[in-house]
Each structure stands twice: as C-alpha cells, then as structure tokens.
C-alpha cells in the first residue's frame, strides 16, 4: 500500500504562485502512475496533472493548467511536486495526491479522469486564491 503524505498548500492572490509536495512510500513498483486531483466546492474531483513512469516519464495536464502548471518528480527523495503559476480564483480547491501502482496502461483520459483506477490518496491539502 503506498502511503502519500501531501504538502504546501496555502492561500494566495490571483497570480501567484505556490508549489504542492507529495512524498510517497511503500511500494517497490517500478511503474506507476502518480499525480495531482482537485475538488472544486460543488464538484467532481478532476484530475489536474499525472505522471506515469513507464518506458521513461509521460506526463499529462488538464486543458485547464496546461502551460500554467507544470509536475516534476525528485526520484531520490520519492517526492512528487507540482509547481502552481499565474493561479486563477478557480484553481480553488482541495488538491489531493493520489498514485496507482495496479493499472499497467492508461489512455490520457483515463490517467486524468479515471479518479476510481487510483487505490491510495493522500489527505489533501486546500489551495485557496483570491481575485
């Protein structure tokens, strides 16, 4: 079971910045796809940028953050960051982190929009941004 430890959330200005850490353990996987969720107040819970390990490192972003948003992971350290520019209010929400180390391939669609495919979640963290 892999344990997901998230950080770095906060409130900001529209505009700003802020960058979200996830450290993960507990698993010895050599591919998985691991990534960021959010959960706008009165929504589903969408998919914001994943990464997958196989073959190298594929990344996908929502339409919504793409060129705003960028993930990176520190494989020394097994931390997983994501890198928050230019915010907009409606990036408000919870951010959760959350990995899949069972599912060998996904689509782009599903890696994003495939919430019930990820078996461990972090807690969340909230990322509030003010217009």
């Known amino acids: 079971q892999v344990q997901l430890l998230e950080s770095g959330g906060g409130s900001v200005q529209a505009g700003g910045s802020l960058r979200l850490s996830c450290k993960f353990s507990?698993?010895?996987?050599?591919?998985?796809?691991i990534g960021w969720f959010r959960q706008p107040p009165g929504k589903e819970r969408e998919g914001v940028a994943v990464?997958?390990?196989?073959?190298?490192?594929?990344?996908y972003y929502a339409d919504s953050v793409k060129g705003r948003f960028t993930l990176s992971q520190d494989t020394n350290t097994n931390t997983l960051y994501l890198q928050m520019n230019s915010l907009k209010p409606e990036d408000t929400s919870v951010y959760s982190c959350?990995?899949?180390?069972?599912?060998?391939?996904?689509?782009?669609?599903?890696?994003?929009?495939?919430?019930?495919?990820?078996?461990?979640w972090g807690q969340g963290t909230q990322v509030t941004v003010s217009s």
């Open positions: 507990g698993s010895t996987a050599s591919t998985y796809y």
């Open positions: 990464l997958w390990t196989a073959g190298g490192t594929t990344t």
């Open positions: 959350a990995a899949d180390t069972l599912t060998p391939v996904m689509t782009a669609m599903q890696a994003l929009g495939g919430v019930h495919l990820y078996t461990s």
